[in-house]
């Protein structure tokens, strides 16, 4: 009993990974060519992101680039909208750090994002957390607060 149990499981978690490989291969081939085409003039080099389509209708590609993550998202026209990685509260620049210590000593960071927008350009993404409630707040390196 107990080996026909081993090879049901065996089997099982062959048919998730299979499924999950498959579900990966769908949506490469549902990625629209302009998509394609805009990731590969932003990122030369950069030969297998991870694809997935957002509840904005945006495509996400997630890859590596000198061995961080990235996400990128792009509009079905093939435009950029954003590219954005997590970094360390230690890695945002000094003017940033003295904000946050001077309006949200408060505050929980629970995030740190580095983002490069079409529309805002550069900035820092820090989510904050109080008393159970999330909240952002996008800064530019010198302090300054964008939203």
């Avoid at 580095?114 to 820090?126: E, L, Q, S």
Wanted: aromatic content about 12%; glycine content about 6%.
């Amino acid at each position: 009993m107990k080996r026909y149990l081993f090879i049901l499981s065996f089997l099982s978690i062959g048919v998730v990974s299979c499924q999950e490989k498959n579900s990966k291969d769908a949506n490469q081939k549902l990625v629209p060519e302009a998509v394609k085409i805009t990731f590969q003039n932003k990122y030369p080099g950069e030969k297998d992101p991870d694809w997935n389509q957002d509840d904005h209708g945006y495509w996400e590609s997630h890859f590596k680039k000198d061995g961080e993550k990235y996400r990128a998202d792009f509009n079905t026209d093939g435009s950029w909208i954003e590219t954005e990685n997590s970094i360390k509260d230690s890695e945002l620049p000094e003017a940033i750090k003295k904000v946050i210590a001077e309006k949200y000593s408060d505050r929980e960071i629970t995030e740190v994002e580095h983002v490069d927008n079409a529309k805002k350009g550069v900035f820092y993404d820090v989510e904050f957390k109080q008393k159970g409630k999330n909240m952002d707040v996008e800064f530019r390196e010198d302090g300054t607060i964008i939203n």
